[in-house]
């Protein structure tokens, strides 16, 4: 904790991982993802995090390193290995994972140093994966009581989440982002009287008390919901390479838009944008100009 920088943007808790493909191994974790496109798009995000006292631990604090993401909050243990996820591609370029467990980003400890850096910050990216296990479970929630804008990226992994906790993290939410499928299982623990997403939407912003929710429907576009309005985007069309990664890009390009000051039709077309631009290279970071971005909106 050597760090005398206090004035981040947007700080981002979770895990951190070691992605391994069929072609190799790519450094990732949505927390890391998320602030590695921040950092491109001009912001200065923090990470909370945990390693392995471990080659791979090492080598994943160099190669963030390499990409400007600040690691100076990642903590490192000394018992349990850094976090590795087994990832198989299928058929429509879904991705099926294989999330090894117990890791380093399951004890994430509360450190009090964090506090300012937190407070300070505009928002909190957060998702559920970070709540599998009960330590860093806790720190999550320590750490909610002092951030300002909370932003759930809700992450449902079968069996690495169970609906009670999910809730909690709910109902501390100020800014939602799940995909369709997601919306619709949680939109089901509320009732099943539902005639549109919409209704889906309107329905989880009410019981959890969210003020602005984002759905990503995949090749079909998003969908957000702010100030109790509705905007859509019918979503760029390139070749998908994987989907890797994407969802993060897309949220921090909304983040990084809502921190401009941007109107919502104006976040959602640039988030849209760079979450195709990023499904069609390879990796959750991979090495672009944002005026390759802005070339795809033009076409």
């Keep these: 904790m050597d760090s005398k920088k206090t004035n981040y943007q947007v700080v981002c808790f979770g895990e951190t991982l070691w992605d391994f493909l069929p072609e190799g191994k790519l450094p990732g974790g949505a927390p890391v993802n998320v602030a590695y496109h921040l950092t491109k798009l001009g912001k200065s995000p923090a990470v ?18 390499s990409k400007n993401i600040e690691t100076v909050f990642f903590q490192v243990d000394e018992e349990h290995p850094t976090g ?7 058929e429509n370029h879904e991705v099926e994972y294989e999330i090894v467990k117990p890791v380093a980003w399951d004890f994430i400890e509360f450190v009090s140093e964090i506090e300012p850096i937190i407070s300070a910050a ?6 559920s994966l970070a709540s599998r296990d009960e330590i860093t479970r806790n720190t999550l929630f320590k750490n909610l009581e002092f951030a300002k804008t909370k932003v759930l990226d809700i992450n449902l992994r079968p069996p690495h989440f169970n609906k009670e906790i999910i809730e909690e993290l709910l109902g501390k939410a100020d800014i939602l982002k799940l995909n369709l499928a997601e919306l619709h299982l949680v939109s089901g623990w509320i009732g099943n009287q539902f005639k549109s997403d919409e209704d889906r939407v309107n329905s989880v912003a009410q019981k959890y008390n969210i003020e602005t929710i984002i759905t990503t429907k995949g090749g079909d576009g998003a969908m957000l919901f702010i100030n109790k309005k509705f905007y859509y985007h019918p979503g760029y069309q390139v070749k998908v390479a994987d989907t890797i990664g994407s969802g993060d890009s897309f949220l921090a390009a909304i983040v990084s838009k809502f921190i401009d000051g941007a109107p919502p ?4 077309d ?14 959750a970071c991979p090495n672009y100009e944002i005026e390759e971005v802005i070339q795809l909106m033009k076409k």
């Excluded at 909370?48 to 631990?57: A, F």
């Excluded at 505009?122 to 998702?127: E, K, L, N, R």
């Excluded at 039709?265 to 959602?268: H, V």
């Design 48 to 65: 909370i995090s945990r390693i392995g006292n471990d080659e791979l631990g090492k080598e994943l604090k160099k190669v963030f390193e």
């Design 84 to 90: 590795k996820v087994f990832a198989t591609v299928k």
């Design 122 to 127: 505009d928002y909190f990216v957060f998702g």
């Design 265 to 268: 039709e104006e976040a959602l």
């Design 270 to 283: 640039f988030a849209s944008a760079l979450g195709a631009f990023v499904a069609s290279r390879s990796g």
